[in-house]
C-alpha cells in the first residue's frame, strides 16, 4: 500500500523542489534563508518517503526542526507558510501553556486532539466543494416543494396534463427564484435546534472521553429538537442548503480521511520551547518545567493518542519548535527532547536593511496593507522611499535601545506615524497623502529621542 499525502499536496507542492519552496517562502518571509533550506528539505523528504515501499516507508521518521532567534524575525511564519504551502493540517501551541501531570493546566496530548479537529476541519470544506452544487439543487427542490405542494389533480382532467401544469408551474418559480424574485416572500420550515445538555467533568478525564460517553449512553439527549420556523426565502434556501450538504457529506469517512492526513502530513509547531528548559537538578518551577518535556516526549518521539475520531499516531507528524533561549540553552532541554530535534537553526535578528525589504517586498507588506486600508476612505496614500527608510531607521533604534521585537516594532512604528491620518481620513478634503522622510522625522523623532517615553508607545 502506497502512502500518499492529501491529493492538494500531491499536486502542488508535490512537485515543487527545496528550491522552489524556499522561492515561494521569499514571497513572505524576508531573510532566514538557512531556516526556510530546513524546512523545504523536511517537506522534500515527505514526498520522497511516499515513492518508497510501506515497509521501508514506515521506518523513516520526520526530522524534527529547532529554531533558535528571538522574537518577530519569522520562526512561526516560515511553519506557517510551509503547512498552507503543502495544505497540511497546521497547529501552533505554545510550550508554556502545557503543565505537568497533576498540575493545573492543559494536557499535552489535547495538541493531537486540536490537530486532528483542524483536518476534519479542513477535509470537511474539500468534501464541500464536492457536493455544494448538488446540495444547491436539493435545497432548491425542498423550497420548491414548500413554496408550490403538490395538488391533487382534479376528477376531470387527466393525470399526465396536471403533472405537466404543475411542472411548467414550478419551473417558473424556480427561475424566479434564481433572479431573486421570490427574497420578500416567507416560508415555514422545520429546523433542528442544537441542544448540548450542562454537566460536570470528572477529574482526570477529557472533554472528548466525556462527550463521546454521554452520546454512548443517550443517544436520543444530543439530537436536539425540531420546531417551525418562519424564515424569508434567502434564509430558508441557505439553511437548507447547509442540511442537504450534512446529508451528502459522509462523516465517517471524513474522519478516517482526516486522522490518515494528520498522521501523514500533520505539523505541529511548538513555540516558546525555551520557556520549559529547565538546568537537571534545579528546585522550584524548573521542577515543573522538566516534568512538561517529559509529557511532551511521547508526543514528540512517537505515541498513540485516544481522540473522538480514534486512534492517532504521531509517528510521522512533523514537529517543529522555536524559542529564543535568551536565558536558557537548547542543552538545557532534557536529552531524550534534544535527540528528537537533530535539524537546528539559527535565525538572524533583523536590521534596517529587513525592515526596508519587510516594508514592501512581501506580497502582504505592511505598506501595501496600510495602502489597501486608506483606499477604503478614498485616501490615496504614498511612500517616498526615503520615508521607508527613515521608518526602517526608527525601528531599529528603538529595537536597540528597548526590547528587540524585531519586524512586530514595525507595527507599532506605523501605527504611530499614521494616527492622524487614519483618525482625520474620512474628513479629508485632499485625498491625495505622501508620506516623505520630513513627515517621518516630524511624527516619530520626540517619541525616539525620549527613551522613557518610547518604552511605553513604541
Do not use: C, W
Not at 306 to 325: E, P, Q
Request: hydrophobic fraction near 40%; avoid cysteine.
Amino acid at each position: 500500500m502506497a502512502i500518499y499525502l492529501p491529493q492538494t499536496t500531491r499536486t502542488s507542492a508535490g512537485a515543487l523542489t527545496p528550491r522552489q519552496i524556499v522561492a515561494e517562502l521569499d514571497k513572505y518571509v524576508v531573510g532566514q534563508t538557512a531556516a526556510k533550506r530546513a524546512v523545504a528539505i523536511a517537506l522534500r523528504n515527505r514526498m520522497r518517503r511516499q515513492k518508497l515501499a510501506p515497509e521501508l516507508a514506515e521506518e523513516i521518521a520526520p526530522k524534527n526542526i529547532l529554531m533558535i532567534g528571538p522574537t518577530g524575525v519569522g520562526k512561526t511564519e516560515i511553519a506557517r507558510r510551509l503547512a498552507r504551502l503543502a495544505q497540511s493540517p497546521f497547529l501552533k501551541v505554545e510550550a508554556s501553556k502545557f503543565t505537568e501531570v497533576g498540575y493545573v493546566g492543559r494536557d499535552v496530548e489535547s495538541m493531537v486532539r486540536d490537530l486532528v479537529e483542524l483536518g476534519v476541519d479542513m477535509v470537511r470544506e474539500e468534501r464541500l466543494e464536492e457536493v455544494r452544487v448538488k446540495a444547491g439543487q436539493n435545497a432548491e427542490d425542498r423550497l420548491l416543494d414548500i413554496l408550490l405542494p403538490p395538488r391533487p389533480g382534479a376528477p376531470d382532467e387527466e393525470a399526465g396534463v396536471a403533472r405537466e401544469a404543475q411542472q411548467q408551474t414550478r419551473e417558473r418559480f424556480r427561475e424566479q427564484l434564481r433572479a431573486g424574485r421570490l427574497e420578500s416572500r416567507v416560508v415555514e420550515i422545520e429546523t433542528r435546534e442544537k441542544s448540548f445538555p450542562s454537566f460536570e467533568i470528572i477529574a482526570g478525564s477529557s472533554v472528548e472521553e466525556v462527550d463521546i460517553n454521554l452520546k454512548d449512553m443517550l443517544p436520543g439527549l444530543f439530537q436536539g429538537k425540531t420546531k417551525r420556523r418562519k424564515l424569508k426565502v434567502p434564509e430558508a434556501l441557505q439553511y437548507l442548503t447547509q442540511e442537504e450538504e450534512q446529508k451528502l457529506i459522509d462523516m465517517d469517512s471524513v474522519a478516517r480521511a482526516a486522522v490518515e492526513r494528520v498522521e501523514q502530513a500533520g505539523i505541529i509547531f511548538i513555540d516558546e520551547i525555551d520557556k520549559i528548559a529547565g538546568r537537571e537538578g534545579a528546585h522550584g518551577p524548573d521542577v515543573s518545567r522538566e516534568g512538561v518535556q517529559r509529557d511532551i516526549l511521547p508526543i514528540v518521539e512517537g505515541t498513540t493518542v485516544n481522540t473522538k475520531y480514534g486512534m492517532v499516531r504521531t509517528d510521522h507528524v512533523l514537529f517543529i519548535a522555536a524559542g529564543a533561549f535568551h536565558v536558557s540553552k537548547p542543552s538545557d532541554l532534557i536529552p531524550e527532547l534534544q535527540g528528537r530535534f537533530p535539524i537546528r537553526v539559527e535565525l538572524e535578528p533583523l536590521g534596517r536593511d529587513e525592515f526596508v525589504r519587510i516594508l514592501t517586498e512581501p506580497r502582504s507588506a505592511l505598506i501595501k496593507q496600510y495602502m489597501a486600508l486608506m483606499d477604503t476612505e478614498g485616501i490615496d496614500l504614498t511612500f517616498t522611499v526615503d520615508a521607508i527608510r527613515r521608518i526602517a531607521d526608527f525601528a531599529t533604534t528603538v529595537n536597540e535601545r528597548t526590547e528587540n521585537i524585531g519586524a512586530r516594532r514595525l507595527h507599532t512604528v506605523l501605527e504611530k506615524l499614521l494616527d492622524d491620518i487614519s483618525f482625520e481620513g474620512p474628513d479629508l478634503e485632499d485625498k491625495t497623502v505622501t508620506i516623505d522622510e520630513a513627515y517621518v522625522t516630524k511624527m516619530l523623532a520626540d517619541i525616539v529621542k525620549n527613551e522613557d517615553l518610547s518604552r511605553y508607545i513604541l
